[in-house]
C-alpha cells in the first residue's frame, strides 16, 4: 500500500477532524457570544440593565438569556470566550461549574410557565460540536421529554457515580446517578471526560443532560445521560432530543 505524502496526509487529518468539529450551519455561529460580549455585559456594567438577557452575573461569570425556542427554554452562556463542550479550560482544576450555576437557574422555566415543576420534569443539556449551530458554550434550561422521567425511575438503584447502559429509543447511551449534592464538587463536563480514554481527548463528540430524579430511599438526586456522536449507528450527539420545548410534561 502506497504511504500518504505528508502534505496529503495532513489534508485527510484535518478533514476528518472537520466531519466530527463542524457545526450545523447557522446564518451566524457567533450570534450568542455577541449578544452576551456587545449587549448584556457592556449594558450591565454601564446601567446595571442586563437586557436582552434576564441576567448578568459577573461574578462567577455567566448570563441567562431566553431563548427564541420554546415558551420556557432559557440559555446559560459564559462570559468567557469557550466555543463549546471540547473547550478545554471546561476541564481544568479551577473551571467554574456551570451545571451547577444552570441547575439554580432551573426555576425560571416554572415561572414562565405560571407553575413550578418537580426536578425530574426539568433538564439541562449541551450538545456535541457536530449538533450545534453556536460557536459560544450555551447550557439549555428547559423542560423534560414526557416520557424520560418514568424510563429513568428503571436506574433509581444503580450505583452512585458509575456509568451504566441506557436503553433509549432504540439506541444503547450511558447514565450516572448522581446524589443530590454532587454537583457541589462534581462537573459533569469532567465526570464524561472520566468516562474513558477517547471522551477525554474527544469531549467535542459528547452530548450531555442532567435532571433530577427521585430514589429508592426517598433521597433527590440526579440523572447524568452521554449521548456521544455515532454517526454509523445515526447517534447525531443531540442530548436536546430528551428535552422538551412545548414543555408537554408541564401540562
Not at 66 to 87: C, F, M, N
Not at 95 to 104: D, I, R, V
Not at 174 to 188: E, G, I
Amino acid at each position: 500500500m502506497r504511504l500518504l505524502s505528508f502534505p496529503l496526509l495532513s489534508c485527510f487529518i484535518l478533514s476528518v477532524l472537520a466531519t466530527f468539529t463542524a457545526p450545523t450551519q447557522a446564518a451566524n455561529p457567533d450570534a450568542l457570544w455577541q449578544i452576551v460580549s456587545g449587549q448584556c455585559v457592556p449594558s450591565s456594567e454601564k446601567t446595571g440593565d442586563p437586557q436582552p438577557c434576564v441576567m448578568v452575573d459577573r461574578a462567577r461569570g455567566f448570563i441567562i438569556l431566553k431563548d427564541i425556542v420554546g415558551a420556557a427554554q432559557y440559555l446559560l452562556i459564559p462570559t468567557a470566550r469557550l466555543s463549546g463542550i471540547e473547550s478545554r479550560e471546561l476541564l481544568q482544576a479551577d473551571a467554574p461549574n456551570y451545571w451547577q450555576y444552570a441547575w439554580e437557574q432551573r426555576h425560571r422555566v416554572g415561572e414562565a410557565l405560571g407553575r413550578p415543576l418537580e426536578p425530574s420534569q426539568l433538564g439541562l443539556e449541551v450538545n456535541s460540536a457536530a449538533a450545534r449551530s453556536q460557536l459560544q458554550l450555551h447550557i439549555h434550561i428547559d423542560c423534560m421529554r414526557a416520557d424520560l422521567p418514568q424510563v429513568l425511575s428503571a436506574h433509581r438503584r444503580d450505583p452512585l457515580g458509575k456509568w451504566m447502559p441506557l436503553a433509549l429509543d432504540g439506541h444503547v447511551y450511558s447514565v450516572m446517578r448522581l446524589s443530590a449534592a454532587a454537583l457541589q464538587t462534581q462537573n459533569p463536563f469532567k465526570l464524561a471526560a472520566a468516562r474513558s480514554a477517547h471522551a477525554a481527548t474527544a469531549m467535542g463528540a459528547q452530548s450531555l443532560l442532567l435532571t433530577g430524579g427521585r430514589f429508592d430511599d426517598g433521597d433527590e438526586g440526579f440523572y447524568l445521560i452521554n449521548m456521544p456522536v455515532n454517526f454509523d449507528k445515526g447517534e447525531e450527539g443531540s442530548a436536546e432530543v430528551l428535552l422538551d420545548h412545548g414543555c408537554a410534561i408541564a401540562k
